[in-house]
């Protein structure tokens, strides 16, 4: 049966591991034959939203 939904995975917070976290469920879900779109917003040191 295929996916009718999508599935949107936000990463946040200080530290490590959200790149790693989000990089292995996008390679994960594309070795499953799912299509994936990755965004990354970057910011620069110093610079609080």
Known sequence: ?????GLVEV???????KTS????IVLRAASHGLK??????????GVDY
């Open 1 to 5: 049966m295929p996916f009718t939904r």
């Open 21 to 24: 976290t989000a990089s292995g």
């Open 11 to 17: 990463s946040t917070g200080n530290g490590k591991g």
């Open 36 to 45: 994936v779109f990755v965004v990354y917003f970057m910011t620069r040191p």
